[in-house]
């Protein structure tokens, strides 16, 4: 091995100390005096005091060895007192007792000292028991769930329901839930969070139990313990599944010792005693420089430390280290010496020098050692390390955590230690991602907030849609929040500096200009990446191996600094590439199987698939072929077809990563290049980045993309894995994040609501008074607690930086979709996630952030919504997206784009051909698509224009609950003018998209209001039961969202009717009078049901069943109301004249139903009894606050008109035989025929058939067409004939 500090190479051979006559020949490099000072210097004894430099005897390479013998010299009484000591029972060595000390089913490290919980509760002890003195050990607790960790006996009996602390003889502290557990429970202790190290203490001499949670002890859990012959106690967990701890029981220091508590396995005292002494010496040679010159010796500063290839300071650190190898192999020394000194150097001065010193050690560490010796020290220190750093206590500074990756950076920023653990621990051994997490603070007083942030404060207003209370700031409440608002500031800066420390280690780890005798970093890096997305993709159901998503998000945002450094680092230098606001990635990445997405869906299906499909398309576009062992059958289906099998001694194991087979020349356009598959592991710098005639990750350019490159190929997998890991876990994480900001709200309104009461409450009900002053206390505790620990959240997840973070991720995948989407066929190549990642991360920006920062201070902000407008309108039905996820995904995400004022401008910015294409999409038929969502979408580009829908919460509801906080609420309206104006010419545009489009809207109401009267006739059926039932929630869910389909598909009529009443008052065209003749009938459907007094709708709406809110008469009356004044009121007189015949030709038809709207009730039938005088009846005109009064007169004046019409049409009505009626709907006369077969029904029967069907009703014979008939006309007809 070699060092290449200061530029020589030193072989470990040539200070080999291999022979006397080798020893004899190097004293003389310098004056014999002056080196037996130096070796007295360096390996002076402990008890060696000044008195004693006169006597000492001279000391040379010769005697050293003995020397060093005697310096290094432990009793071997001390050494055998270690292992057999009073009051334990078991090995030295204690570890988790994983054969047969165990109920349940557990998954444990291979160290023996780490649990998963894998089934309901298991149990788990250790393989030592104590039965006399006082014992210790500590428990790092990994997640904070459900467990239950103490002592017990052997004689305890565990099941999956009762663990340590539900018997006889078994104790534990819970801090999940707060309590101590010995059969019976009771509070005790604080609540512990992930991060945190409980001590478990016993002391078998008094017979007591207590615990520590991060050394601050919690006090006596437990008094007069079982002792006596048999009783002993044994270390045990358990815990709940998913849930993981890591045992220390004395194989590595205490975090927190206690004195006169010794740990369940002695500390190797012997090792440490020598390891210390060897450290002494090794800091003296550090420190002392010979001057040959001068004869002397000469103090030095750590820091100054030069190896220069003197052949006497070699030969006494190799002396060192002949001794110092073994014990650094030992993890309790490195833990205790080593790690210990180099924080030491870490903290004694600035990073510059700690740094250097640092590298001193490495380097000297691998000439001195032997690799598999250094590399097995590396990995104990880096494990200890990463230990130290993720169970270290918040504290106001940050200094521990601080300190703890100033040594991180220092360890990873020596060449050959880095690329060691990168390709071998950092990802491999160790979950290193923790290095990138900041620790939340559970407990705000441990963490020093109260000193950071002395002055809470909480918005003071109601954060609900629809409310528009907003109270005026006072003077005093202002001083608080700027109060409030610096110490936040003074936090952010603190977990800042932790941050930027962070963002360094990344960029060490990106580093790919240390290519010096093997791969640079950035490509190690780039395969263990590759690794851990694969593993957190692929691994959903298998929880162990899945990276935390609180560690996941502040690790994405680590990485896109650290990414962005370099991308703009390497723009500086080369002019040509983009600037990191510019990035995006190629969609060539996604078809030239250069990077691997595992089993990710892509937007066109399966990748295996696509290649099928699409593989002309790749090589006419991108001028790739797929190698032919890509298209081999993996079917029986897939056996028929032409392709010639390749010789199995060719194949190769498939993966998803394909690589080049390399031209050394340019390609002509006719030439195509082969690819095949190579894994990821397999790859080199030059299947990444290129060569001369090489694309590297970008070869298969199709012709829409630039020639010039972005940035170095690298960086664009590191941006395509940031965009995967949002997709992972970060997105639901921001979401969870929300729900500190959401109690702070609900306190905050809990704490108004006592303060008003308190106001309102008698000054002689003193008892109440006191109640209410207590219950404000507690809840301004609670709200001091929440506003610091939000600042927190605010300054580590929701700050500005890293809303600037979700922002520009959110760009990256806009310009990806934008750039795939031009390669036509290509797109289908695409995963899901990156559009997963633009609609959910756009979400997070909007609804997580807020109020603390606004999407509208963004740059660009209008540009970018609407460039993500353009592709939830263009996307939403494209044809190359198969999924029906992500395509569902697509249609919410443009249902909620058009219910904000912002959003929905944006989409009226797009070009005017895509908005059109919306419209016509919105406007295809219903069937085989999700017609809902395309229902919402249309319903919310009409609220606010319809009748009486200017609603922002259902006003039935404000009627009956007028203070109820929690009632549903609506976005307020935002209807857009000009996508209704594309609607309306849409729908006059051709013959067939008008009825096309209303046949489907109509067949979906019937159905949706035919489910509803369905589920209510059951829910009311189960409420009318004596015995005691519940109707199930789901059902209720159900039955309300049929509800809320049928009121939007109303008003989606009522739209198409306002926008273009041509469409079924002009009879001219072919299907006006079928779409009246249907919409009549359901229109009289819908009234006889919902306004019959005392019937099934009526029951069940005075029930006002918790999920039912929704469903009352006002919604679905209006809508009903709407369409009705449309058709009567608003029309030509020729197109009203129309819709009354056909609503009073309606056998449904009943005018009690109009008048209902308007509060005139029912007559009561003969023999039935009178209302009760105090019942309340529906009208329109008690819900003036949300109907003008024009609508109100409109409204009478149709109910005038129908009130003359239908007494004119029962004067004028002939009596109609049954047979010449309709043998369909015994509604109207017999006016068609079909032919063939001859059979007769009314018109609009067989016109409606006709829309879904071709085949006859009654023989199932195909329709060639349909006549007219008439009954006195085929009578004369026939006559004449005969």
């Not at 334990?88 to 000390?101: I, N, Q, Y």
């Not at 220190?381 to 993720?390: E, G, P, Q």
């Not at 329109?1180 to 009478?1196: C, F, G, H, N, P």
Request: charged share 25%; net charge negative; with cysteine.
């Amino acid at each position: 091995m070699a060092s290449k500090e200061g530029g020589m190479a030193f072989s470990r051979k040539s200070y080999k100390l291999t022979s006397d006559a080798e020893r004899s020949r190097v004293t003389g490099i310098v004056h014999e005096k002056l080196l037996s000072d130096y070796l007295h210097r360096v390996f002076a004894s402990p008890d060696q005091g000044p008195a004693a430099a006169t006597s000492r005897k001279p000391l040379n390479f010769q005697n050293l060895p003995e020397h060093l013998d005697q310096l290094l010299h432990v009793d071997k009484e001390e050494e055998e007192s270690q292992e057999q000591v009073e009051g334990r029972l078991g090995p030295s060595t204690v570890v988790l007792d994983h054969t047969g000390g165990f109920e349940g089913l557990l998954l444990v490290d291979d160290d023996l000292l780490g649990v998963i919980g894998h089934s309901n509760f298991g149990t788990i002890r250790s393989t030592t028991c104590v039965y006399k003195g006082k014992w210790i050990y500590e428990v790092l607790i990994s997640s904070q769930g459900l467990m239950q960790i103490g002592w017990c006996t052997i004689n305890c009996r565990f099941n999956q329901e009762e663990g340590v602390g539900d018997t006889h003889n078994s104790y534990a502290y819970d801090g999940n839930r707060v309590r101590k557990w010995n059969v019976t429970t009771t509070n005790y202790g604080k609540a512990w969070a992930a991060g945190d190290i409980v001590s478990c203490l016993i002391d078998l001499d008094e017979g007591t139990l207590s615990f520590s949670l991060n050394g601050v002890s919690l006090g006596t859990a437990f008094e007069n313990l079982s002792r006596g012959l048999g009783m002993a106690y044994f270390p045990a967990i358990s815990l709940s599944f998913k849930e993981s701890v890591a045992f220390n029981f004395g194989s590595r220091p205490l975090r927190y010792p206690v004195a006169g508590y010794r740990p369940l396995q002695d500390p190797p005292s012997a090792s440490l005693v020598r390891a210390q002494r060897l450290l002494g010496c090794f800091r003296a040679v550090l420190s002392v420089e010979l001057d040959p010159v001068e004869g002397r010796l000469v103090e030095k500063k750590s820091s100054e430390w030069q190896l220069q290839g003197q052949p006497t300071i070699l030969l006494t650190l190799a002396h060192i280290f002949h001794h110092f190898a073994s014990l650094l192999c030992e993890v309790y020394v490195v833990e205790a010496v080593l790690m210990s000194f180099l924080l030491g150097v870490v903290e004694a001065g600035p990073p510059e020098q700690a740094q250097t010193v640092v590298h001193h050690v490495l380097d000297l560490l691998w000439l001195f050692m032997e690799d598999y010796e250094v590399q097995d020290c590396l990995k104990q220190l880096m494990m200890s390390l990463l230990r130290l750093y993720r169970f270290s206590p918040i504290v106001p500074d940050l200094s521990l955590q601080i300190h703890y990756l100033r040594l991180t950076i220092a360890i990873l920023s020596h060449e050959k230690s880095r690329k060691f653990l990168l390709s071998n621990v950092l990802f491999d051994v160790l979950r290193s991602i923790v290095f990138f997490y900041i620790k939340s603070p559970l407990r705000v007083e441990e963490a020093g907030l109260q000193e950071l942030i002395p002055t809470t404060w909480w918005p003071h207003r109601s954060p609900r849609e629809g409310k528009e209370e907003v109270r005026e700031e006072t003077s005093e409440e202002r001083l608080r929040r700027r109060a409030y608002e610096r110490g936040c500031q003074r936090l952010k800066k603190r977990i800042e500096v932790v941050e930027e420390l962070q963002v360094q280690i990344l960029k060490l780890l990106l580093n790919n200009k240390d290519d010096n005798g093997g791969e640079a970093s950035r490509y190690i890096f780039l395969t263990k990446f590759r690794k851990f997305l694969q593993e957190n993709a692929s691994g959903r159901g298998n929880t162990p191996m899945l990276c935390p998503p609180e560690y996941m998000v502040c690790f994405l945002h680590r990485l896109i600094s650290a990414l962005r450094f370099y991308w703009d680092e390497y723009k500086a230098s080369n002019p040509r590439t983009s600037l990191s606001e510019e990035a995006y990635v190629p969609p060539q990445i996604f078809y030239n199987g250069k990077v691997d997405y595992f089993d990710l869906q892509r937007l066109g299906g399966l990748l295996s698939h696509l290649r099928k499909t699409l593989k002309d398309d790749l090589a006419s576009k991108a001028n790739i072929l797929i190698d032919p062992l890509e298209l081999q059958a993996t079917t029986m289906d897939d056996l028929d077809e032409d392709e010639e099998p390749a010789p199995a001694a060719a194949q190769v194991p498939r993966t998803a990563a394909v690589s080049l087979m390399t031209p050394r020349r340019p390609l002509s356009a006719s030439e195509k290049v082969k690819v095949r598959t190579l894994s990821a592991e397999q790859r080199t710098r030059e299947d990444i980045e290129g060569s001369q005639w090489n694309e590297g990750l970008l070869v298969g350019r199709p012709p829409e993309e630039p020639e010039q490159p972005l940035t170095e190929n690298s960086l664009l997998e590191v941006l395509d894995g940031a965009v995967m890991m949002y997709n992972l876990s970060v997105h639901q994480q921001l979401g969870k994040m929300v729900g500190v900001s959401d109690d702070v709200n609900e306190y905050a309104m809990a704490l108004r609501d006592t303060e008003d009461k308190l106001r309102r409450c008698p000054k002689r009900r003193k008892d109440i008074l006191a109640e209410l002053s207590k219950s404000q206390k507690v809840f301004s505790e609670k709200l001091d607690h929440l506003s610091r620990r939000l600042a927190w959240v605010h300054a580590a997840v929701y700050s500005q930086e890293k809303m600037q973070d979700i922002y520009w991720l959110l760009r990256v995948c806009l310009r990806t979709i934008e750039h795939g989407d031009r390669t036509g066929s290509l797109f289908a190549f695409m995963p899901e996630f990156y559009l997963s990642v633009a609609i959910n991360s756009y979400s997070a920006l909007k609804n997580y952030f807020g109020p603390v920062h606004s999407m509208e201070e963004l740059p660009g902000y209008e540009e970018t919504l609407t460039r993500l407008a353009a592709i939830l309108a263009k996307h939403f039905a494209d044809t190359r997206i198969v999924g029906t996820d992500i395509r569902d995904s697509l249609m919410q995400a443009l249902a909620s784009y058009v219910c904000y004022p912002n959003s929905l401008r944006a989409v009226e910015r797009i070009p005017e051909e895509q908005r059109i294409a919306m419209v016509r999409n919105l406007l295809a038929p219903y069937e085989q698509r999700p017609w809902a969502q395309t229902n919402w979408i249309l319903v919310r580009l009409w609220r606010g224009c319809g009748f009486g829908y200017r609603y922002t919460r259902l006003p039935h509801l404000l009627k009956t609950k007028p203070e109820d906080a929690n009632l549903p609420s609506l976005q307020k309206p935002c209807p857009s003018t000009l996508l209704q104006q594309h609607m309306a010419d849409l729908l006059r545009e051709g013959p067939d998209v008008a009825p096309s489009f209303l046949n489907s809207v109509l067949n979906q109401l019937n159905w949706a209001f035919s489910e509803f009267i369905g589920m209510i006739q059951e829910i009311q059926q189960a409420a009318e039961r004596l015995e005691r039932n519940y109707v199930d929630s789901r059902q209720l869910k159900v039955c309300a969202t049929c509800f809320d389909l049928s009121v939007s598909l109303l008003r989606v009529l009522e739209m198409t009717i306002t926008l273009v009443p041509e469409i079924f008052l002009d009879w001219a065209r072919p299907t006006s009078e079928m779409l009246l003749r249907r919409l009549a009938q359901l229109l009289n459907q819908v009234l006889n049901r919902v306004t019959a007094e005392r019937n099934l709708f009526d029951r069940v709406v005075t029930l006002r069943l918790p999920g039912l809110e929704s469903v009352d008469h006002y919604p679905i009356l209006v809508a009903v109301t709407g369409i009705l004044v449309r058709l009567l009121v608003h029309g030509p007189a020729s197109g009203t004249e129309r819709a009354t015949s056909v609503l009073l030709a309606d056998p449904c038809f009943q005018l009690r139903s109009i008048s209902y709207l308007l509060g005139q009730p029912e007559p009561p039938a003969p023999g039935t009894a009178l209302p009760a005088p105090d019942r309340k009846h529906f009208s329109l005109q008690s819900y003036t606050d949300y109907i003008s009064v024009e609508e109100l007169a409109q409204v009478e004046q149709m109910l005038a008109h129908l009130t003359s019409a239908s007494a004119q049409a029962a004067a004028a009505s002939l009596p109609t035989s049954e047979e010449d009626l309709c043998p369909i709907c015994y509604a109207h006369p017999i006016s068609a025929v079909f032919q063939p077969c001859g059979h007769k029904s009314c018109k609009a029967c067989i016109d409606q058939h006709l829309m879904n069907n071709k085949d006859c009703f009654f023989c199932k014979a195909t329709i060639v067409s349909v006549e007219d008939w008439d009954k006195a006309a085929h009578a004369s007809a026939t006559s004449s004939a005969a």
